[in-house]
């Protein structure tokens, strides 16, 4: 599972976290405290937010034709959940 710190001053709630992935990826079931979706090339993608942060799991289906597609709209929600650009969370991942 692979944990995202969210922006100070973002605001991000779990409504909100269930709101995103349904635009995104069109589809949103909450199961416990963990919020399921699917899309493209990704066959699992499962979230919650505890302490400020985004908690991800994803699991890939091998739809090669979809990936592009996929990491595209995976990244925009990454982005919009957290405050984070792509290129900011590699920078905060060479600061560790």
Do not use: C, Q, W
Request: proline content about 1%; charged content about 40%.
């Amino acid at each position: 599972m692979r944990e995202y710190p969210i922006k100070k001053k973002h605001e991000i709630s779990d409504e909100l976290l269930k709101d995103l992935m349904l635009k995104i990826f069109g589809n949103v079931k909450k199961e416990g405290e963990f919020y399921i979706s699917s899309y493209g090339s990704l066959e699992l993608i499962k979230v919650k937010l505890e302490n400020k942060k985004l908690y991800a799991e994803t699991k890939s289906n091998n739809k090669k034709e979809l990936y592009d597609d996929t990491i595209s709209k995976y990244n925009d929600f990454i982005e919009k959940a957290t405050g984070y650009t792509a290129a900011e969370r590699k920078k905060l991942l060479t600061k560790i």
